[in-house]
Structure formats: structure tokens, C-alpha cells
């Protein structure tokens, strides 16, 4: 039974170039959660996601960064135009239902922007 | 509103104990308690709902006071491999997303 799959593992862009951050979610969970990690700090809140549908995206910065969740295929985040402010590490987790279940979180990516 | 984890970090010998705290400004609805060891994905201890009930295994276990608005980890007789960072996150209503704490960096020596 697979857990939450991430990749990639690390990822180093250069200013102004495009990340794509993606997250295959457990079987059989249709929920999932972006988390941003600085070091030292804790986990960050960005979006969470249905199959097609964001259902809240309080968290994500309003420019450059957008999320999506296809019918078929991982959930992607993605980051435009990176600044060096963008390097973290990136989470996802995903869950059966909505956040009262717990979270399987994926082993991140930790992006560097040089 | 982030809720605030103390203390920020400890340090432990094997077989003592340790509480560690989350409080929070607002009312809760449930708490999640997380453990990351450095590098790895953060893994999922328990959740707590509303009620004021207790949880967990035998060793490690938590306290949910709806009142006083916090939880309280209890961590029983550590071993090496408790060691790592612990995270609260809390929900303010059922469709709210988890708001977690800084963190408490635990580390148990021999």
C-alpha cells in the first residue's frame, strides 16, 4: 500500500524559471493538502484540494503560486517566475475526508531557488 | 491564529518523561499531534476532538481541554526514538485547515 508520492525529491531552479511540484495522494484518498516548511519553522498552510476543485486556498500567495487537482493524475503546485524567497520545502498530505482525519503527508519536496 | 507549543525544545535522558504543550487563543475544535525527525515527512501521533477526552498508546498520550483551550502531549518512559520535533496543529471548525504550532524539538540521550 503506497503512501503519499512526491516528486521531485529536490528541485533547484534559478530566479525566474517555473517549479512544478507534484503529489500522488494514498489510494483511495481524494483530499489533498499543500504545506510550505521553512527551516526551523513549522508547516504553513497553502491549499487544499478535492478531485477538480479547490476548496480552499486561504494560504497561497496570491501571485505566482496556483494548484490543481485533475480528474486523472497527481495534484500539481506551481510556482512562476521563483524568487529566492520560494526556497522551502513543500508537503503534501492527503486524507479519506476533509481535515477532521488525519493527514499522510508525502517525504516533501525541498525546492532550492539559486 | 497559530498556537503556541512550549517548551521549544528539551532534552530528555532515556526512561524520563515530558509533557509538552499547546495553547491556543481561540476556540478548538480538534488538535492533531504530529512527530518530524529532521529531514523526513512529518507522521501522524493523534487527533483530538472536542470533548476533553485523552488519547493514546501506552507510552505516548494526550490530554484535549476544550476549556482552557490547549492539549498536552505526554511522552512516557522516552526512548532514543522519540527524539525529533513535534508539531500541534489545530482546527478551529470542522472545514477550517490545520494551523499548526512552531514546533517542540525533543531529543533523548542515552
Known sequence: ?114 | QQPVQSPQAVILREGEDAVINCSSSKALYSVHWYRQKHGEAPVFLMILLKGGEQKGHEKISASFNEKKQQSSLYLTASQLSYSGTYFCGTEHSGNTPLVFGKGTRLSVIA
Not at chain 1, 69 to 98: H, M, N, T, W
Not at chain 1, 107 to 113: A, E, K, M, N
Request: some cysteine; overall charge positive; charged content about 25%.
Open chain 1, 1 to 114: 500500500n503506497a503512501g503519499v508520492m512526491q516528486n521531485p525529491r529536490h528541485l533547484v531552479r534559478r530566479r525566474g524559471q517555473e517549479a512544478r511540484l507534484r503529489c500522488s495522494p494514498m489510494k483511495g484518498h481524494s483530499h489533498v493538502y499543500w504545506y510550505r516548511q521553512l527551516p526551523e519553522e513549522g508547516l504553513k498552510f497553502m491549499v487544499y484540494l478535492q478531485k477538480e476543485n479547490i476548496i480552499d486556498e486561504s494560504g497561497m500567495p496570491k501571485e505566482r503560486f496556483s494548484a490543481e487537482f485533475p480528474k486523472e493524475g497527481p495534484s500539481i503546485l506551481r510556482i512562476q517566475q521563483v524568487v529566492r524567497g520560494d526556497s522551502a520545502a513543500y508537503f503534501c498530505a492527503s486524507s479519506p475526508d476533509r481535515t477532521s482525519y488525519e493527514q499522510y503527508f508525502g517525504p516533501g519536496t525541498r525546492l532550492t531557488v539559486t
